[in-house]
């Protein structure tokens, strides 16, 4: 026998067994891909799923952000709600006032604020206007700048002595 005739069939037979194995590996593969298939269908509408909760988390996020603020500025609002309290000022004339110290405090004032009044209309609308002393005809009120309310104090200026002419004292 002749060795390249033995290195031939052999080549030959190494060649028909990758043929084999190829097609053996086509096969796997054709029935591979049978089963993967429905599996990427899956991945694909997982991943337009997450697309979409991602864009509802995003959603919620910036409304969450939107309610953060509020509640911060509500809190806002309360805290310096509580710096005053409803204050008769005269017979059935109801101003806001400014608390010297706050409740729930030691009682030092927290801030050097005078004592001042506020308009109650304005400030049960969400507007600060501070009270302006007026005096009119003898009698004092604390007029609003805004609503042009006026709060008398039931206060009055005495009348100056008058003093006639000629009269002796």
Do not use: W
């Not at 429905?38 to 509802?56: E, H, R, S, T």
């Not at 005096?135 to 008398?152: E, F, N, Q, T, W």
């Amino acid at each position: 026998m002749d060795i390249t005739l033995i290195t031939s069939i052999a080549s030959s037979l190494k060649a028909a067994k990758d043929a084999t194995e190829a097609m053996l590996s086509i096969r796997d593969f054709n029935n591979t891909a049978a089963l993967i298939a429905p599996i990427n269908d899956q991945l694909l509408k997982a991943q337009q799923d997450l697309f979409v909760y991602m864009g509802q988390l995003l959603e919620l996020q910036a409304q969450m952000a939107r309610d953060r603020d509020e509640l911060s500025k509500l809190q806002g609002a309360l805290e310096e709600r509580g710096r005053y309290s409803l204050f008769e000022l005269s017979t059935g004339v109801f101003v806001y006032r400014f608390n010297d110290a706050p409740a729930g405090s030691d009682g030092n004032p927290t801030t050097p604020q005078p004592v001042h009044y506020l308009c109650q209309p304005c400030f049960d609308k969400g507007t600060k206007s501070v009270l302006q002393r007026l005096s009119a005809y003898g009698r004092i009120s604390l007029d609003c700048s805004i609503c042009k309310a006026r709060h008398p104090t039931g206060e009055a200026i005495p009348a100056p002595a008058f003093r006639v002419p000629g009269a002796f004292s």
